[in-house]
């Protein structure tokens, strides 16, 4: 048993017991070993019915899909969305779902945008073409394949043109039995003193059962104990077409070789607890196949584990897992060589021993445990993977449409109070109330969509609660803001965060250099005076940057400020000096490790009015955004799981809304002062992050709600729409369409 700290959440698409079929018995085993071996994973399986009414499943079938309903895949897509699994296993025979081929099961996977970890159960050497156009949109839409065989491995590469490291070669699961002398079951059907030979599985004519019938007469002639039991019911599909007809056929067959006595039916389905008793009762497997194609075998692969002697037609599974003397191989459809093989096991113990020791052992690696351990790294493996992305191109990509004003979820976030800190998907999440840092830059959106649109009584009357929220954080005894608030309105911390004091600056000076409410600017200057001395004692690079942006506000409306002014020199050679003793040609940076916000360093240095330090801004912006700029020409900005540490490896993910509105704001900034359009393309470029064109392709803005999904994960995006992730869009949206017409690319 195993804790594991990577994929938590993992969904499973396949037939399920109680279905009767190999791969609803796989899919459950699959899926209860992983949850068994790593209790901390939550597993969910849906259910591919071929009948209306389904069957009973157990607790662990969440949903279930109908295989001949199109909508109902994309239902089952959606649920796996909302219930935030982060991997898929599909397990894959074309036969289990809807469509030419099972050409249903791809409208599922191109609505699922998540990691898929696909289970081939079959691969042909020789598809149709319909075959083939599924395999290949399987390759296209799963993230890592998974097969039981070495020549399933080979066929992917071969004929499908499947990468080999994109194939998990795992081997079917067996039960983990002891080795054990046969005639410890056989009591328990009545075969004490007898040689047993069994076959299990569901019957169906592909199964060649009847072969091992006809050798029955010449095994008996030489070892007159032997019973053969034949152990499962016919198949579904085949009683549906036409009953019993094939193990009617069987008996009759049985009956006319004189054999009748030593063949014996157990025609059911028969429970796992049972089935390990009759392997663990049998002396000798017969698999007699006739489909050589067969990939894979689980009633060959648990007869193996429980090392059994074996006697199998040479399908690719049985020819692979019984090599180097594990079991013998026999010509297909060919009943004389089955019953001389059995007669030479029988007749040399010490070698039908030795066979069994060596499956016995070589079974050891394929007990559930030990293939859930490989499943679960085949999972990790499809998460770490880099998404499909289109193909480097050299091409400026061209800017995505504004999505239309939509304030809805701003509105929902906000309360007489303040803006709430964060959302339970679209919901305000009460347990981590208030911040001054969103009531920030809530309030600074608020002036901006005041200054374009002209009075809204709405916004107005959100501006004022997140200017009221502001006053209320600021204390005048330490001239700080505080920070947390808790749904109580009480305040978690005396002292709030540097950052959180100098985004206030920030928004206070917004309003004193853009509003034209009296009231707003009268409280703003009360807050700017009182809180903007203690700056000079900080030490964070970004509180000084938020402070710079905050005076560059205020000096629009009150230029001739020289104690403002003051502050403005001491912050940038602060940031210049930080420059200088940091930066080299290759690492042109304010500090050894680039982490979160970073561009509202250079933006801070490019409002600075002083012609060095403008240069400086402009220069280490322009080495963030080639940084941060993808093969295919998006944006891709830093990762806040490890960040950026000088002379390592830039972490890709978790990506976080923030760091593209810092980037837009301060390529405007660049816009603004040098007036070269160039700076505005790279805004926009920027700006598509929000709408899908970043590492996953997926948009983060939700145009139904108003609100920006927190953050673009490895293989999925955090479906919350937090108030710093949904102010960054609409912050960058308004930044953006105030200045359209800077831009040669403006659709």
């Known amino acids: 048993m195993h804790s594991h700290k990577t994929t938590r959440h993992i969904g499973f698409i396949g037939n399920y017991m109680p279905r009767r079929c190999g791969i609803a018995t796989f899919t459950t085993d699959i899926c209860e070993a992983i949850a068994t071996e790593f209790p901390g994973t939550s597993c969910i399986a849906g259910a591919i019915n071929d009948r209306p009414e389904g069957y009973a499943y157990p607790r662990r079938v969440r949903f279930e899909i109908d295989q001949d309903d199109q909508d109902s895949y994309a239902r089952a ?61 399987l390759d296209r839409l799963s993230s890592r394949f998974v097969v039981m065989a070495d020549r399933g491995r080979q066929l992917l590469m071969e004929v499908y043109g499947v990468a080999e490291e994109k194939i998990d070669l795992i081997p079917h699961g067996v039960i983990d039995m002891p080795f054990v002398d046969s005639n410890f079951y056989k009591d328990l059907f009545d075969a004490e003193g007898k040689t047993v030979l069994l076959t299990f599985g ?116 049985a020819r692979e897992l019984l090599a180097d003397e594990k079991g013998i191989l026999v010509p297909f459809s060919d009943s004389a060589a089955i019953a001389r093989a059995v007669n030479e096991l029988l007749a040399h113990p010490t070698r039908m021993t030795a066979m069994r020791k060596r499956a016995w052992k070589e079974g050891r690696r394929m007990i559930w445990p ?35 004003l939509n304030l809805d979820h701003l509105y929902r976030m906000t309360d007489h109070t303040g803006i709430f800190q964060h959302a339970i998907y679209n919901v305000p999440n009460y347990h981590e109330a208030y911040c001054t840092d969103d009531n920030a830059r809530a309030f600074i959106y608020t002036i901006l969509h005041h200054e374009k649109h002209g ?11 997140y200017l009221a929220f502001l006053w209320y954080a600021f204390d005048a005894n330490t001239r700080r803001f505080r920070n947390f608030m808790s749904h109580e309105r009480k305040w978690l911390e005396n002292i709030g965060s540097e950052d959180s004091h100098a985004r206030a600056l920030w928004a206070v000076g917004t309003a004193l250099g853009r509003s034209d409410n009296d009231g707003f600017r009268s409280l703003s200057a009360l807050l700017f005076q009182r809180g903007l001395g203690i ?57 050894r490790i680039a982490t979160y916000d970073n561009a509202k360093l250079p933006h801070a240095l490019i409002l600075s009015g002083h012609p060095e330090a403008i240069g400086t801004g402009l220069r280490s912006l322009s080495w963030l955004l080639e940084m941060q700029t993808s093969p295919e020409g998006h944006f891709s900005p830093i990762g806040c799981h490890g960040f950026w540490p000088q002379g390592r490896e830039k972490a890709q993910f978790d990506q976080q809304p923030v760091e593209a509105h810092a980037t837009i704001s301060a390529c405007m900034a660049a ?4 007036g070269d359009a160039v700076w505005t393309d790279h805004a926009l470029r920027c700006f598509g992050w929000f709408l899908g064109r970043n590492d996953l392709g997926l948009p983060l803005y939700d145009e139904t709600t108003g609100g920006c999904r927190d953050a673009l994960l490895h293989d999925h995006i955090n479906e919350n729409q937090g108030a710093e992730s949904t102010l960054a869009f609409h912050l960058s949206r308004s930044e953006i369409t105030g200045r359209r017409t800077l831009s040669s690319k403006t659709p």
């Open 202 to 317: 569901l019957l169906s004519p592909n199964k060649g059962i009847e072969r091992a019938i006809r050798a029955l007469p010449e095994i008996l002639a030489e070892n007159p104990d032997v019973m053969y039991l034949i152990v499962g019911a016919t198949h579904p599909h085949l009683v549906a077409r036409e009953g019993e007809v094939y193990r009617e056929g069987l008996m009759e067959l049985a009956e006319s070789l004189g054999v009748k006595a030593n063949v014996a039916f157990h025609n059911r389905f028969v429970p796992l607890e049972e089935l390990k008793e009759f392997i663990g009762g049998s002396d000798i497997y017969i698999t007699p196949y006739l489909n050589e194609e067969q990939i894979t075998s689980g009633t060959l692969a648990y007869a193996f584990g429980a090392g059994k002697a074996i006697i199998s037609t040479p399908y690719w599974h």
């Open 455 to 465: 009075p809204d009584a709405r916004v107005d009357r959100l501006a004022s609660s």
């Open 77 to 137: 897509a959606d649920f796996l969305h909302i219930n935030n699994v982060e991997v898929v296993s599909v397990q894959h025979e074309f036969g289990i779902y809807g469509g030419a081929a099972g050409s249903h099961l791809l409208g599922f996977l191109e609505r699922l945008k998540k990691p898929v970890v696909t289970t081939l159960h079959t691969v042909l050497q020789s598809p149709d073409e319909a075959q083939m156009h599924v395999m290949r949109e």
């Open 370 to 404: 030990e293939v859930a351990r490989r499943y679960m790294r085949s999972f990790d493996l499809a998460r770490e993977s880099p998404p499909s992305v289109p193909e480097a191109t050299t091409e400026p990509l061209p800017p995505l449409p504004i999505p239309a």
């Open 535 to 591: 700056v000079k004692h900080f030490s964070s690079p970004r509180a000084w940057a938020f402070t710079l942006v905050a005076i560059h506000e205020y000096l629009h409306a009150f230029s001739g400020d020289r104690a403002v002014a003051e502050m403005r020199d001491l912050l940038v050679s602060r940031l210049m000096g930080l420059f200088k003793a940091n930066s080299s040609p290759e690492w042109p940076w304010f500090e």
């Open 671 to 674: 816009a603004e002062v040098t």
